[in-house]
């Protein structure tokens, strides 16, 4: 899936790219010619290449690597030849980004790729790494999108929480922004007409629930999230299991809350059936 992900997004990258610089007839972007195509953009500087591994760097590509790209100097130097907009000023600084972020952008990905295939027409407006404002402060998430059913619109918002984010950035997040944009219908009200659904995109289901938890708790039992592990986003939309967090009951008659549980639940809204 991840493979599919990233060749998908290259041979977009590659078709603005060779399209703006109209030498190229679209039938070089086949996947039959798709490693021939990178290679020779590899070599052109019009693409450049890397890998994420947990053991320093490596003088040579390891066969079973997940290979990324980005745009090179040659293919902004091509753009820039055709257009003097402000977005193309770039600098080799600009496109450096933490390992983790490329993680969440990576799991984002795979998640709207999985959502278009459940639910296709009826997927609306999906927007990656989109910024909402609550007074005078800043919030990003992962992604918004919209799910129509029939002329009715259901506002969703996705948060990919990855490990490394547990339990100190992700409580970080909840206290200094969240809890504010989420419990504020003054704040999200600016952007929706009905409260939307947090989707939380986590690794594993350990993960999962200590994400809930938090979240939970430090929002004073908000309750409009479900919860959605990698492994079940490769496996389709269609067969997958969202997670309802459960909150302890015995949590009011005792001073240290205990973590509640996780209970496996369909969406039929998210997996393209009827709700």
């Keep these: 899936m991840a493979k599919t992900v990233l060749k998908v997004l290259i041979i977009a990258l590659a078709a603005l790219v060779l399209t703006v610089g109209g030498y190229v007839a679209y039938v070089m972007l086949s996947y039959d010619r798709l490693d021939d195509n990178l290679a020779r953009m590899l070599e052109e500087r019009e693409v450049n290449s890397f890998f994420l591994n947990q053991v320093g760097q490596l003088d040579e590509t390891p066969e079973d690597a997940f290979i990324m790209y980005c745009m090179d ?83 969703f918002i996705l948060e990919s929480v990855r490990s490394f984010d547990l339990p100190m950035d992700w409580r970080d997040k909840i206290d200094n922004k969240l809890v504010h944009f989420v419990c504020g219908p003054k704040h999200w009200g600016k952007y929706y007409s009905k409260e939307p659904v947090y989707i939380f995109l986590c690794e594993n289901e350990q993960d999962a629930l200590e994400t809930a938890d938090l979240f939970y708790r430090r929002t004073d039992g908000k309750e409009n999230f479900r919860l959605i592990t990698d492994d079940q986003v490769k496996l389709g939309l269609d067969k997958a299991k969202f997670l309802k967090y459960i909150p302890n009951p015995d949590n009011a008659e005792e001073e240290a809350p205990k973590m509640g549980t996780l209970q496996a639940v369909k969406s039929s809204l998210l997996a393209g059936g009827a709700a």
């Design 73 to 155: 100097f040659g293919g902004l130097a091509i753009l820039k030849h055709f257009t003097n907009s402000d977005w193309l000023t770039w600098f080799t600084t600009d496109s450096v980004r933490k390992s983790g972020l490329v993680q969440k952008y990576l799991s984002t990905g795979e998640f709207y790729l999985a959502l278009l295939k459940a639910q296709g027409s009826a997927l609306r407006g999906f927007k990656a790494t989109t910024d909402l404002s609550f007074g005078h402060r800043d919030i990003r998430f992962s992604a918004t999108f919209e799910i129509m059913q029939g002329y009715t619109g259901h506002p």
